[in-house]
């Protein structure tokens, strides 16, 4: 394989078994320009994780604890930010105040003292086949394993670009300021992301005289792999809640970003750079049948942007180009790897595979995780399927799908045969627990807030709560209770009732 810095390396060198020592030599010279005490050890199998979201911090979380026993590799997390962007939390730490440090968690506890891992703050501009091109180093760092994790954008306050906690916090603290004040809201769009939002603000703000609109192209909300009984229950509660949406209508007229200095704010990288919510105050707006709204704050809730840019120079031929995975790299589905190779693999958002969640991203880091600490190990190869346990997936065609509307109503699909949906308050618990699991993964033993408020312990012992979630696990009311107190929540593989199955 030709590296394109014009030195030959043969594609054995991705291996740790078989790295030439010249090679070796420019991974440690790199490792030591690049981290400047830490040297790079030569009998070290260097594992690059591109991308600290919830993909790559679990990969890396698990190699760095498993280096803590084993010698044998080291771990090297670079994210273009200083942050963990918990962004699961986005919606209801948008609309309601002080919750910005919870949300946006520094990666300076992520690895324990033991482990042998590092994090670098840098942007990444190319992967290649045997090494990363990290901006302000003209030598690329070399690699043994690569896993690409470089997840998706989304417009702020949804997902926040800021590459330094400080700013992030700063400018995604202004907005349940900006929201507090504004007399009419529009969310434009109604996934998962738009209903949560026009639904959070609304319970926050139940008063006649904050008016949220939600316009949605489509004639149902929650587009995807979602059951009607989910669209129907939400549009409802959402109306119930005082939300005006309109369904069937695009927003074609003033979305122009020139009219406040909010606008031109840059949050997000590719396709969605620049793209923020709108403010200023009556801004007048027009859908595609005509309708005309004003309103002091549009928030953009359509549709997220595969961060790929760093792939297209190398692995462009692997990029689909068109489909709901449109710009996402192919990988093996039961290995995880791209392309021919036997040492890169890509997961979560930017990989061709499952519903686009935190917790499948989570769960495939596991997988990564797992196989790379037995393969380095035990010295392994990739290339004999059957020493390679296949990524396991969810068997059944309705994936976990939470969707709070402020933690007093909302609904969630749980990941089993019949997709079965639960009322409130699972999905806010379903999500406080996800979120608290990922904030004290990154930093251990933080104090952390959950931002869904409203729920009471009164709330989760009502009767017909116990009944819904026992009816959807199939579990006792008992055993449903105790699923919940243990955290073992939207689910566990132990309580699905149909498993999971591999390709
Ligand atoms: C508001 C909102 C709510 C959501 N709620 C839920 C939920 O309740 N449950 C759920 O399961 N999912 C939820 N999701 C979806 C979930 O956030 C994504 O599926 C998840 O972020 C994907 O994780 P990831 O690790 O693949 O990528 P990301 O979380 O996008 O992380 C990618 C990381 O890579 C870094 N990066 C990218 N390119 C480069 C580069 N070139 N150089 C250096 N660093 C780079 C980025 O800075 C980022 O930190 C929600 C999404 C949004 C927007």
């Known amino acids: 394989m030709d590296s394109d810095d014009g030195k030959t390396t043969k594609s054995s060198c991705n291996r740790f078994s078989n790295v030439k020592d010249a090679a070796k030599q420019r991974v440690n010279a790199v490792h030591a320009s690049l981290f400047g005490s830490k040297e790079g050890n030569g009998d070290l199998a260097t594992v690059v994780v591109v991308g600290g979201g919830y993909g790559g911090v679990r990969v890396a979380k698990d190699l760095d604890t498993a280096s803590s026993s084993s010698k044998d590799f080291q771990v090297v997390l670079i994210d273009r930010k ?33 482990g042998n891992s590092t994090f670098l703050q840098a942007e990444v501009s190319e992967i290649r086949k045997d090494s990363v091109l990290v901006q302000g180093h003209e030598e690329p760092l070399y690699f043994d394993y690569c896993v690409i994790a470089t997840g998706s954008s989304y417009s702020f306050p949804f997902k926040i670009a800021d590459t330094l906690q400080q700013d992030a916090v700063e400018r995604f603290g202004k907005i349940p300021d900006l929201i507090a004040q504004a007399d009419h809201i529009v969310v434009a769009g109604g996934g998962a992301v738009g209903c949560e939002m026009a639904g959070e603000i609304k319970t926050c703000f139940p008063g006649e005289n904050k008016r949220v609109t939600l316009v949605h192209s489509r004639e149902a909300l929650l587009p995807g792999d979602v059951k009607d009984e989910l669209r129907d229950k939400t549009l409802k509660a959402l109306q119930q809640l005082g939300v005006h949406v309109i369904l069937g209508e695009r927003l074609v007229d003033g979305l122009d970003t020139n009219n406040s200095p909010e606008d031109t704010t840059s949050t997000t990288d590719e396709n969605v750079q620049n793209q923020s919510f709108l403010s200023g105050k009556r801004r007048k707006l027009q859908t595609n049948q005509g309708t005309e709204l004003e309103a002091d704050l549009v928030f953009l809730c359509w549709g997220a942007a595969v961060n790929s840019a760093s792939l297209r120079a190398h692995f462009g031929s692997e990029l689909i180009d068109k489909g709901p995975n449109r710009d996402r790299i192919s990988v093996d589905p039961k290995t995880l790897l791209i392309g021919n190779t036997d040492n890169i693999f890509a997961i979560g958002d930017v990989a061709a595979l499952e519903s686009k969640m935190a917790c499948y991203a989570g769960e495939q880091g596991s997988y990564v995780a797992k196989k790379l600490i037995a393969t380095i190990v035990a010295n392994k190869k990739f290339q004999n399927a059957g020493d390679v346990e ?69 709330q989760t012992n009502q009767q017909s709560d116990k009944e819904d979630l026992a009816k959807a696990l199939g579990l006792s009311h008992e055993d449903a209770l105790l699923a919940i107190e243990r955290g073992a929540f939207p689910i566990t593989h132990d309580a699905a009732t149909d498993g999971r199955t591999s390709t």
């Open 82 to 114: 200083n942050y963990f962007l918990n962004n699961i939390a986005g919606v209801p730490a948008a609309v309601q105040k002080g919750y910005a440090d919870s949300m946006c968690i520094p990666y300076d506890k992520l690895f324990s003292e033991r």
């Open 390 to 458: 296949p990524y396991r997936y969810w068997g059944h065609p309705y994936p976990a799908m939470m969707v709070p509307l402020g933690g007093k109503l909302g609904y969630m699909q749980t990941p089993c045969a019949k997709g079965n949906i639960l009322g409130s308050p699972f999905a806010a618990m379903g999500k406080n627990h996800l979120i608290k699991s990922w904030a004290l993964t990154v930093r251990p033993a933080c104090s952390f807030k959950c931002p869904f408020t409203f729920i009471s312990n009164n």
